[in-house]
């Protein structure tokens, strides 16, 4: 099972939601650097192979899922 942190759960819901990694920033009240660390630990831990487009992908089935 893979776990990821309530903090990266609600970046990949908003990305699913095409917010902008600046947009997420001001709503979790973090810089815009963390905000790409997190992505970069996602991909990571769910082994996208550094792909942004394949986050994408999973953040918009991860937000229907969740909705």
């Given at each position: 099972m893979i776990l990821i942190t309530p903090t990266e759960k609600i970046i990949v819901s908003s990305i699913g939601r095409n917010k902008t990694a600046r947009e997420i920033a001001s709503n979790l009240n973090i810089s815009v650097r963390i905000?790409?660390?997190?992505?970069?630990?996602v991909r990571t831990?769910?082994?996208?192979?550094?792909?942004?487009?394949?986050?994408?992908?999973?953040?918009?089935?991860?937000?229907?899922?969740?909705n």
């Open positions: 905000v790409e660390k997190h992505k970069s630990h831990k769910l082994n996208l192979n550094f792909s942004y487009g394949s986050l994408i992908v999973f953040a918009k089935a991860y937000d229907d899922f969740l």
